[in-house]
C-alpha cells in the first residue's frame, strides 16, 4: 500500500513580500529549502495562521541567508506581509519506506531562521 505522508514543513514561516504581478508560487530562500529538502518547482501547501486560508502552489528558490518568503501571483491576496504561514509538503511512500520515517520540519524565528530542526 502507498499513503500519502508529510515529508517537509517549514513551521510559522514570515511573508516577508508578496507579489500579484507574478506567474505564480511561493519564493523560498534556497538555505530553508535545502534544510527540509525541498527542490525548486515542488509542489507545496501553504496555510496561512492570520486568517485560516489554504492554498497549493509550488517552489522557487529565493537568495540563500536573505529568509525571504514571497507569495506570489494570486495567492498573494490570501496574505499580508508578516503574515504568520505554515509551508506543507508531502510525497507518497510504501509501508516498507516509513518504519524510522520521519519528516524534515524547520521551526523558524520571526525572521525565518531556523531555530530548530527535525
Not at 530562500?29 to 535545502?34: G, P, R, W, Y
Not at 497549493?56 to 508578516?82: D, K, M, P, Q, S
Request: proline share 3%; hydrophobic share 45%; aromatic share 8%.
Amino acid at each position: 500500500m502507498m499513503r500519502f505522508m508529510l515529508k517537509a514543513k517549514i513551521h510559522r514561516a514570515t511573508v516577508t513580500d508578496r507579489s500579484l504581478d507574478y506567474e505564480g508560487s511561493l519564493t523560498i530562500d534556497l538555505d530553508l529549502m535545502d534544510a527540509v529538502g525541498l527542490l525548486p518547482h515542488e509542489q507545496i501547501q501553504v496555510y496561512n495562521l492570520n486568517n485560516g486560508k489554504r492554498f497549493e502552489t509550488y517552489t522557487i528558490a529565493g537568495e540563500r541567508g536573505t529568509g525571504t518568503i514571497c507569495v506570489n501571483g494570486a495567492a498573494a491576496h490570501l496574505v499580508e506581509t508578516g503574515h504568520k504561514i505554515i509551508i506543507a509538503n508531502y510525497a507518497l511512500f510504501a509501508d516498507a519506506e516509513l518504519p524510522g520515517f520521519v519528516p524534515r520540519v524547520a521551526l523558524v524565528d520571526e525572521f525565518n531562521n531556523i531555530t530548530k530542526l527535525t
